[in-house]
């Protein structure tokens, strides 16, 4: 029996990149939708959204002049390419899937609704939510709050390169050591990036667990689905 029976998985859009440091990694992106699709098939209802930061980051092409909102809204563009490349490899691996998008694109993907996203999940859909959330302002972390606390999820699934959660920046203080389990209140007062400030307090205020883990691992995310403690639950103490 898996974990958690309905998941919202989280993926860095950076880690798209995989070896080559720019654009799609072919490869990388198929070892994230075999791990979906080993995980699909143990009955676990999935919701993903990935970010945009291989293609265009909203926040920091304002810092070079771009107008924000305009930013904001190149970066949701760049979570729909990354949306239809996942949904691909996923089609290639024979995973039923859909993607959905905030803004209305349609033929490229249907137009989100809580509903409409939990009838395809309970129909064995792998749904992926491309767009954020359709405004300017948001982050993809607050995106995948929004939509993890809008499906039920019993947990959001944060896929990183780190594998947990740190007193520090592991790749920049070598003294820095790992949380198992921390509570919201904690990683506040300590000031720790799991996610955005927006992101956390949506988690924290609708009680919904983030489970911090290194999705570039082949094989952890059914680790995880199985129970094994490989990265950092953050929750409600």
Known sequence: MARFKRILLKLSGESLMGAQGHGIDPERLSDYARQIKEVSEMGVQIGIVIGGGNIFRGLSGAKKGFDRVKGDQMGMCATV???????????????KNKVLTAIRMEPIG??????????????????????GTGSPYFTTDTGSSLRGIEIEADVMLKGTRVDGVYTADPEKDPTATKFDEITYKEVLARGLKVMDLTAICMCQDNNLPIYVFNMDVVGNLKKVMNGEKIGTLVYNG
């Open 81 to 95: 390419i990354n949306s239809l490349a996942l949904s691909s490899a996923l089609d290639a691996e024979g995973v």
């Open 110 to 131: 249907e137009f989100y609704t809580k509903w409409k996203a939990i009838e395809a999940m309970e129909q064995g859909y792998v749904c992926i939510f491309s767009a």
